[in-house]
């Protein structure tokens, strides 16, 4: 029942994206694999992911609509840049999927896992929660629509117990 | 050491149908100086985000020449977009960056380029093959005419005096910034 990841990459298609900004990311590996394929589409490996959010808002200065694909551990990467979007009112579609949370066996994604949403509402970002698959393409589909058409920030959070939370390998504690 | 102001009225001068990036600070006052442009969009903020910005729009408009116009501090707190700039190759991307070795709002403090470090080097480093240092008129001579029409993507760190500017503020609401770009390099009308 993978479906949903496809379901996204349809939305950004149906959505006129040309820029797919992205960090490294498991949950998103086929989004990614699919989006460097993709001829029409300009899969942009970045540093870190703060970087996007300016690439974003100069593809929009240049006509085109993006995506920045990230992690919840690189919400925080984002937070001053994310005054450009806010400052100027530039589109910005984020796409996050969740670490820190259902079924996390790593303390260390803890911190900005469990604040993700409250860090993105503070930086004046529209959330919008995905935990099951049926909900996915339509979510996406939905902030497209939300930040195209009003000029803001919409961010999708895709939880851990939709993507599968990552196994540690040795016994669990309890 | 090289005048700022004057470097880069140098470099917009009948600037065509150029795009321009500025990044916050004394970059922004320059180009505001060397005559305003709505297809110029200066940073008020985002620390980081013009060469970021500047690529993005480089890989949206890849018959335009997009020239982006920062601060030594600036590039450095982006060091890494260096190494995506290298990556995407852009080649209608320049970057001119304004060295002063200061960070010139906030007191003048020493930057690392005062202290050994070398951007143009960084530059090279991160995949941007054509990075150099110019410290002379005739040198800034030969990295106006790259920037304006060389294939990119190439950095041109300019080494300029640090001496104050006489003010000069751009506009600063970030919509109209917006909106008066897309205007003007796009024909678009946004509502």
């Known amino acids: 029942m993978d479906n949903w990841r496809d379901g996204i990459f349809e939305a950004i298609k149906a959505a006129g ?3 797919v900004a992205y960090v490294p990311d498991a949950g998103h590996s086929r989004l990614i694999e699919r989006s460097i394929e993709d001829n029409d589409l300009r899969a942009v490996s970045l540093t870190t992911e703060e970087e996007g959010v300016a690439l974003l808002a100069g593809a929009w200065l240049g006509g085109a609509k993006g995506v920045l694909l990230l992690q919840s551990s690189g919400v925080g990467n984002c937070v001053n840049m994310l005054s450009l979007a806010r400052t100027c009112a530039f589109p910005l579609v984020m796409l996050v999927t969740m670490r820190g949370e259902w079924g996390e066996f790593n303390s260390w994604q803890k911190p900005m896992g469990v604040t993700t949403q409250a860090h993105l509402e503070l930086c004046g970002a ?9 909900d996915v393409r339509e979510t996406v589909e939905t902030a497209f629509r939300f930040a195209y058409y009003t000029n803001s920030i919409a961010a999708v959070l895709l939880g851990q117990r939709l993507i599968g939370a990552k196994v540690f390998e040795e016994p669990a504690p309890c | 050491m090289l005048n700022r102001r004057e470097a880069v009225r140098r470099l917009l001068e009948d600037r065509g149908d150029m795009l321009v990036v500025a990044g916050l600070g004394q970059p922004c006052f320059d180009c505001f100086a060397a005559g305003d442009d709505p297809r110029t969009f200066y940073l008020w903020g985002a620390m980081g985000g013009a060469v970021p910005t500047g690529l993005g729009l480089a890989l949206a408009q890849p018959d335009r020449r997009v020239l982006v116009v920062t601060g030594d501090g600036d590039a450095l707190m982006s060091a890494g977009a260096f190494a995506t700039v290298g990556v995407e ?3 209608n991307l320049a970057i001119c960056i304004l060295d002063n070795e200061r960070y010139g709002e906030t007191g003048g403090q020493a930057t690392h380029t005062a202290r050994g470090a070398d951007l143009a ?3 090279a480093a991160g995949g941007v093959r054509k990075a150099r240092t110019v410290r002379t008129e005739a040198e800034l ?6 920037l304006r029409q ?4 190439l950095v041109s760190v300019v080494k300029v005096a640090p001496e104050s500017q006489p003010a000069a503020l751009p506009p600063q609401d970030g919509p109209h910034l917006k909106r008066r770009f897309r205007r003007a390099a796009l024909g678009v009308e946004d509502k």
């Open chain 2, 141 to 146: 001579d030969d990295a106006v005419r790259a």
């Open chain 1, 126 to 134: 529209a959330c919008y929660r995905c935990d099951r698959p049926e």
């Open chain 1, 17 to 19: 994206v040309t820029q």
């Open chain 2, 150 to 153: 060389g294939a990119g993507p």
């Open chain 2, 89 to 91: 190759a852009p080649e």
């Open chain 2, 121 to 123: 080097a960084m530059a």
